[in-house]
């Protein structure tokens, strides 16, 4: 079992941040550093989008949107893949979903998903 666990959602008023952390289970630990990974949204009613990418050599991809507002970051101490996101914007709200692509899960793994409301 591979098993994605987000932590850092909820409610925030425009203009305000908030930092989404992404922890992965034990047995993917090893090959955390050969990863690709990315954050993606769901809105209501909206299918889900990809908001952030980092692969495995480190480079980024943005959803145009929040490019300049939201940075992906590795921390490979502890494991985690981060979103951190500033000045958000009502339309940021969502439910957000961690994804981890390695050698243990080819076909990708997803977070149960967290919950950002961004108030106005």
């Known amino acids: 079992q591979v098993h994605l666990v987000e932590s850092g959602g909820g409610l925030v008023q425009a203009g305000g941040s908030l930092r989404l952390s992404c922890a992965p289970s034990?047995?993917?630990?090893?090959?955390?550093?050969?990863?690709?990974m990315a954050w993606y949204r769901q809105a209501p009613g909206k299918q889900r989008e990809s908001v952030a990418t980092?692969?495995?050599?480190?480079?980024?991809t943005y959803e145009a949107s929040v490019k300049g507002r939201f940075t992906v970051s590795r921390d490979f101490a502890r494991k985690r893949v981060y979103l951190q996101m500033n000045n958000l914007k009502v339309e940021d709200t969502g439910v957000y979903y961690c994804?981890?692509?390695?050698?243990?899960?080819?076909?990708?793994?997803w977070g149960q998903g967290i919950q950002v409301t961004v108030s106005s």
């Open positions: 034990r047995i993917i630990t090893s090959v955390f550093s050969n990863s690709d």
């Open positions: 980092v692969t495995s050599d480190g480079s980024t």
């Open positions: 994804y981890i692509k390695n050698s243990m899960t080819p076909t990708g793994s």
